[in-house]
């Protein structure tokens, strides 16, 4: 088993920054990849980034030059540096992990973009 707890979600203005964590715990060697997803109101939830264990990143073309994915192996923890925050980045961002074929997903965190 896998367990995903998100932090650092909140409300920001327009043009602002916010940095997501995500620490995992249990099983947790050899998650790959991790990654964030994100799903709006009334939206299917979609991929913003994701890293592999050997550091690959993979970016939607919405977030890129914007965000910027990472991950630190020893605190078992991935990041996701938000910058130049838009009204359409709002949604409720949810951290995933795969441990072989097996999914997992934290809570999730709100991020609002709102002035």
């Known amino acids: 088993q896998v367990q995903l707890v998100e932090s650092g979600g909140g409300l920001v203005q327009p043009g602002g920054s916010l940095r997501l964590s995500c620490a995992a715990s249990?099983?947790?060697?050899?998650?790959?990849?991790m990654g964030w997803y994100r799903q709006a109101a009334g939206k299917q939830r979609e991929l913003v980034a994701s890293i592999t264990s050997h550091g690959s990143t993979n970016y939607a073309d919405f977030v890129k030059g914007r965000f910027i994915i990472s991950r630190d192996s020893a605190k078992n923890t991935v990041y996701l540096q938000m910058n130049s925050l838009k009204p359409e980045d709002t949604a409720v961002y949810y951290c995933?992990?795969?441990?072989?074929?097996?999914?997992?997903w934290g809570q999730g965190t709100q991020v609002t973009v709102s002035s």
């Open positions: 249990g099983t947790i060697f050899d998650l790959d990849p």
């Open positions: 995933n992990a795969y441990l072989g074929y097996s999914g997992y």
